[in-house]
């Protein structure tokens, strides 16, 4: 399994951009990365996936270098709202199961 | 609306009582999942299933059960063989396990506390 390692926490101001970096450096070939959401006593919420270079959707950008060993998810414009753990995934089709580490813990200040 | 509802939000056990979690989904999916979760810490896997009537252990599926009758339907069962129950539990749900890569849909959790 890829060992995942995401800084425990991070602090911004409303605004600002906020880039989360993952290192996955034993990343398999199939595999995926997926980042995901959390607010206080809720569900984790999906946010964006990639394979390789740039994905982005309404809500985040995904950047992957070439050698895939790490990623950056990156939140334009945050506001207090995105106040949250931040969860790097790495798996493929096929995997039993995806395994959830500790998640960054991003505070957005007024 | 499609998606995932457990029940109860809050659920309170007695010492050596056995509990169940319900979880349902209506998103047609096949594979569905159970994860713990401790204070400030990630999930941990406790079950899942790939489709009805079969099930597989976790990480941590030591003092907990589960059934899988339905498609629909992924109860979880925490026994008194389990030591330390109280925590927040998620289920979860994607098409199946192949498509487990590109997205669960998480429910709203349940939170046990032991009394």
């Known amino acids: 399994l890829a060992k995942i390692t995401q800084p425990i926490s991070m602090d911004s101001y409303e605004g600002q951009e906020v880039n989360i970096t993952c290192s996955h450096n034993?990343?398999?070939?199939?595999?995926?990365i997926t980042w995901y959401q959390q607010f206080p006593s809720q569900g984790p919420r999906f946010i964006i996936q990639?394979?390789?270079t740039k994905v982005t959707n309404e809500v985040a950008s995904l950047f992957i270098p070439a050698d895939r060993k790490s990623s950056t998810l990156s939140l334009p414009r945050v506001s207090l709202s995105d106040t949250a753990v931040y969860y790097c995934?790495?798996?493929?089709?096929?995997?039993?199961?995806?395994?959830f580490g500790s998640g960054t813990r991003l505070q957005v200040q007024p | 609306d499609g998606g995932i509802t457990q029940s109860p939000k809050y659920l309170f056990r007695k010492e050596g009582q056995n509990v169940t979690l319900s979880c349902e989904q209506n998103?047609?999916?096949?594979?569905m999942y159970w994860y713990r979760q401790d204070p400030g810490q990630g999930l941990r896997l406790i079950y899942y299933?790939?489709?009805?009537?079969?099930?597989q252990k976790g990480d941590i599926a030591e003092g907990y059960s589960v059934s899988r009758e339905k498609k629909e339907s992924f109860p979880l069962t925490v026994t008194s063989a389990q030591k330390n129950p109280t925590a927040f539990y998620l289920c979860?749900?994607?098409?199946?396990?192949?498509?487990?890569?590109?997205?669960?849909?998480f429910g709203s959790g349940t939170r046990l506390t032991v009394v």
């Open positions: 979860a749900s994607s098409i199946d396990l192949e498509g487990a890569a590109y997205g669960y849909t």
């Open positions: 299933s790939q489709i009805v009537n079969d099930f």
């Open positions: 034993n990343i398999a070939t199939n595999d995926y």
């Open positions: 995934l790495v798996g493929h089709t096929g995997r039993r199961a995806l395994t």
């Open positions: 990639g394979y390789k």
């Open positions: 998103l047609n999916h096949d594979a």
